[in-house]
C-alpha cells in the first residue's frame, strides 16, 4: 500500500461513518443536543466537513467545495463564508440547522471526491512539502492530512455516539 492509498482508504472510512451518523435522522434529531453546551450531529459534520474542505482546498490550491459549488447559500447559515466552526459557541452550534441528511452528506460526498481526486496523485516525497509556517516547527502536508483525518475521525464518532443516544431514548 502506497501512502495515496492509505489516504484514500482513511477518507473513505470517514464518509462511511458520516453517511451512518445521518442517514434516516428527523431534521429534529440532527439538531439534537444533549444539553446546552453540546454539540448536535448537524454541526459535528458540518463542521468536520468544513475542516476537510477548507484545509485540503488549502493544500491542493484550489477553492473550497462550500463556495465553488454554492454549499454556502444552500445551507444558509448565518456564518461568514470562510467560517469553519473553530470557535464556535453554543449559539452558533443551535444555528446549523438541516432539514435533511441529504444536505449534509450531499456536501460531505461533494469535499470527499475533491480530496480523493487530489491524495490520489500523492507520492511519499510530497508529504514533506511545508504548506504552513505559521507554526513552530513548520506543517508539512503530511502533517496537516492526518491533522484533517484526525478531526475527521473524532467528529464523526462523536456524531455516532450522539445518534446512539439519541437511538436510546
Known sequence: MNVAELLVDGFNRVQGTVHAAVEGLTAEQLRARLDDEANSIAWLVWHLTRVQDDHVADVAGTEQAWTGEDWLSRFGLPFPAGD???GHRPADVEAVRVAKPDLLTGYYDAVH???VRYVSGLA?????RIVDEAWDPPVSLGVRLISV????IQHAGQAMYVRGLLERR
Open 124 to 128: 511519499d516525497a510530497d508529504l514533506d
Open 149 to 152: 483525518l484526525d478531526d475527521d
Open 113 to 115: 471526491e475533491r480530496t
Open 84 to 86: 469553519t466552526g473553530y
